[in-house]
């Protein structure tokens, strides 16, 4: 499966962006969809991820109440609204994508991705 991300740009604190990431090929309810995020100087970090079939997600810490992910399977896209940003959330945004079998396709991918997007950049002034 292809991905490229899109949506980022440069933001005010407290503002609100919606991250877009397009898959081509493969089976798109097969792939657990996660975002992960590259600031400056920082490893990658995990941000969000959704079940082949939505039904579940999980969040690193610092995002939840403020970031949703959804996907949408008919479109083959995946979707991160982040809002109330803030300055730490700067980074270059990765969508990624992980291949599961029938039988687990209840899991959540945190890491081992087998397919990255290209990155969008989000920066968020204060």
């Known amino acids: 499966v292809q991905l490229q991300a899109s949506g980022g740009g440069l933001v005010q604190a407290g503002d609100s962006l919606r991250l877009s990431c397009r898959a081509s090929?493969?089976?798109?309810?097969?792939?657990?969809m996660g975002w992960l995020r590259q600031a400056p100087g920082k490893e990658r970090e995990f941000v969000a991820a959704?079940?082949?079939?939505?039904?579940?997600?999980d969040y690193v810490d610092s995002v939840k109440g403020r970031f949703s992910i959804s996907r949408d399977n008919n479109k083959k896209m995946v979707y991160l609204q982040m809002n109330i940003l803030k300055p730490e959330d700067t980074a270059v945004y990765y969508c990624?994508?992980?291949?599961?079998?029938?039988?687990?396709?209840?899991?959540?991918?945190?890491?081992?991705?087998?397919?990255w997007g290209q990155g969008t950049q989000v920066t968020v002034s204060s």
């Open positions: 990624a994508a992980k291949y599961y079998i029938l039988s687990e396709g209840h899991r959540i991918p945190h890491e081992d991705y087998d397919h």
């Open positions: 090929g493969g089976t798109f309810s097969r792939y657990g």
């Open positions: 959704i079940t082949g079939s939505g039904s579940n997600t």
